[in-house]
């Protein structure tokens, strides 16, 4: 099973709203990451789980805040967003940050308005 | 210098024809190469996976590696209208978790 699963799959919010996207998967992985795809654009890679731990934040702003509450679990918690925030917002996870064979989700549609 | 580097297309082949993606990328150090497929407006599909010089073959997919000279490529034989798509290069440096994504071939096959 090389499933990940996104939740939910199209969210529209407010700019002075606060909300969350949730990622699961159970394929035993011990990374997982949170990406951002504008239009006609690669993924941009934003953080990196190893082991539950941050390790890596490619500089993202504040305002997307990542949480690993088990090896199972993603969450990115967005607050006070932008219009230009507006994207696909893709979850992966790999067997380990040295195996980085990634399976994504089939992510959320985010639109701030 | 775009460390992953893809011609953007589209690349237009008849339905049936082998199409043939390339990728080229500038670490050295590079070591696990993958090859993505995304439909528009859906997540990106894992399709290929290689590590090593040469040829791996899945079905109707054969990717190929070249590490001295710093490419990597993707045919696709019997191409079927289903297979048009962007078709994304990423790679990454051993021991290193961030994954480089080039910025796709959109590949069209034409019935």
């Known amino acids: 099973d090389t499933e990940v699963t996104q939740t939910p799959k199209h969210l529209v919010m407010g700019m002075t709203n606060k909300k969350s996207l949730k990622c699961e998967q159970h394929m035993g992985h011990r990374a997982m990451y949170w990406y951002k795809q504008k239009a006609k654009k690669p993924p941009e890679l934003m953080f990196v789980y190893s082991y539950e731990k941050l390790s890596i934040n490619e500089s993202v702003p504040s305002r997307f805040s990542p949480e690993c509450p088990n090896s199972s679990l993603l969450n990115l918690h967005l607050h006070a967003l932008q219009p230009e925030d507006s994207a696909l917002y893709l979850c992966?996870?790999?067997?380990?940050?040295?195996?980085?064979?990634?399976?994504f989700g089939q992510g959320t549609r985010l639109t701030v308005v | 210098q775009k460390e992953v580097e893809q011609n953007s297309g589209p690349l237009s082949v008849p339905e049936g024809a082998i199409a043939s993606l390339n990728c080229t990328y500038s670490d050295r150090g590079s070591q696990s190469f993958f090859w993505y497929r995304q439909y528009s407006g859906k997540s990106p599909e894992l399709i290929m996976s290689i590590y090593s010089n040469g040829d791996k073959e899945d079905g109707r997919f054969t990717a190929q590696l070249n590490k001295a000279s710093q490419y990597v490529s993707l045919l696709i034989r019997d191409s079927q209208p289903s297979d048009s798509a962007t078709y994304l290069c990423?790679?990454?440096?051993?021991?290193?978790?961030?994954?480089?994504f080039g910025t796709g071939t959109k590949l069209q096959v034409i019935p």
């Open positions: 992966a996870s790999s067997q380990d940050r040295v195996n980085t064979e990634a399976f």
């Open positions: 990423a790679v990454n440096v051993y021991g290193y978790q961030k994954v480089t």
